[in-house]
């Protein structure tokens, strides 16, 4: 059965500043004005096969990748890094779909016996929300003497194919859609007794909506 994955990602550059912008503050006397600027909330989200014998990171290919057999597992390492100049919180949404051989036919995200027909290996400091979001549970530091911006442990590091697929999904497309948001931690800290999926500030988004740009924030879509 020969099977092709093609990813198709969304990034987010969502620059939510929760209820904080950019203001002007005066002295006392009004006569000197003194403007203070709000840092940037800004990040990148980045899709590798790993890295190479001299540590270089494989980018997921363009074209995808063909000849996808039941069973088999898929390297893709999906990753967020903190491009701005403020600390930010940093959460990852994921929807796929299963396009049959004749381009048009959607088939079903899990077989008969329940089971999904793809499968993520999600790491340990990523948790899952009530609303279908992943949260890294890390609030990830802006580049600062002369470090870059932190980057997320990986959501995931494989996409694995189920190996009791039947004849149905032969010649199939998979899309594996990823889009990532992200608020800023000043002022904004996980409430008491709750964690990162409490903290205020995230745009209300359906889960189901990577499929498209997020508006009014600037956007960009690869297909993988």
């Given at each position: 059965m020969r099977k092709k994955l093609l990813g198709g990602s969304l990034?987010?550059?969502?620059?939510?500043l929760f209820a904080y912008g950019t203001w002007a503050y005066?002295?006392?006397?009004?006569?000197?004005?003194?403007?203070?600027?709000?840092?940037?909330?800004?990040?990148?989200?980045?899709?590798?096969?790993?890295?190479?014998?001299?540590?270089?990171?494989?980018?997921?290919?363009?074209?995808g990748i063909s000849g996808v057999m039941p069973g088999v597992s898929v390297d893709k390492l999906v990753t967020v890094k903190n491009e701005g100049t403020s600390d930010a919180w940093v959460r990852i949404v994921v929807s796929s779909e299963i396009i049959a051989a004749d381009g048009t036919t959607k088939l079903p995200l899990a077989?008969?016996?329940?089971e999904d027909v793809l499968s993520f290996d999600i790491q340990n400091k990523w948790i899952r929300g009530e609303d279908g979001y992943y949260y890294y549970t890390e609030a990830l530091k802006p580049a600062q003497n002369g470090q870059p911006g932190?980057?997320?442990?990986?959501?995931?590091?494989?996409?694995?194919?189920?190996?009791?697929?039947?004849?149905?999904?032969?010649?199939?497309?998979?899309?594996?859609?990823?889009?990532?948001?992200?608020?800023?931690?000043?002022?904004?800290?996980?409430?008491?007794?709750?964690?990162?999926?409490?903290?205020?500030g995230w745009p209300a988004v359906a889960v189901e909506e990577p499929e498209a740009p997020l508006e009014p924030d600037s956007s960009a879509e690869s297909e993988l």
């Open positions: 990034l987010v550059l969502l620059a939510a005066f002295t006392a006397e009004a006569r000197t004005t003194n403007v203070i600027t709000t840092g940037t909330i800004h990040i990148s989200l980045k899709e590798t096969q790993g890295v190479d014998a001299d540590g270089n990171e494989i980018l997921f290919p363009e074209e077989l008969g016996n329940g932190e980057t997320t442990q990986a959501l995931f590091t494989k996409v694995t194919f189920n190996p009791a697929m039947g004849n149905e999904y032969q010649g199939c497309t998979a899309y594996v859609k990823v889009a990532a948001h992200a608020v800023q931690v000043k002022n904004n800290p996980i409430p008491a007794g709750g964690d990162v999926t409490d903290v205020a």
